[in-house]
């Protein structure tokens, strides 16, 4: 089983980030998908989850509105874009599927 996230970056204020998510080595379209986050001196916390077939998403509150999840499953690809960044959205972002598998991370800085 492979993760490899991409897409991180350094932004501004405000600014815009897609992170994808590339996996290999399982069935895809039968787990859900989750990205989660990690601050520095932070713990790791669940931000948006998908279920196998895009049906059903959860975000949590401080995301809300600003990011969207999404997933390919022909593709093997979940995607997360993220609007009007605060710098509080700083942090190392992970994918990880229900089969019990992370990705590397993906670093996210906002900041001016």
């Known amino acids: 089983v492979q993760l490899v996230e991409s897409g991180g970056g350094l932004v501004q204020p405000g600014g815009s980030l897609r992170l994808s998510c590339a996996a290999s080595g399982f069935t895809f379209s039968s787990y859900e998908m989750r990205w989660y986050r990690q601050a520095p001196e932070k713990e790791r916390e669940l931000v948006a989850t998908?279920?196998?077939?895009?049906?059903?998403?959860i975000y949590i509150g401080s995301v809300q509105g600003r990011f969207t999840i999404s997933r390919d499953n022909a593709k093997r690809m979940v995607s997360l874009q993220m609007n009007s960044l605060k710098p509080e959205d700083t942090a190392v972002y992970y994918c990880?599927?229900?089969?019990?598998?992370w990705g590397q991370g993906t670093q996210v800085t906002v900041s001016s």
């Open positions: 990880y599927t229900t089969m019990g598998y």
């Open positions: 998908i279920t196998s077939t895009g049906r059903s998403i």
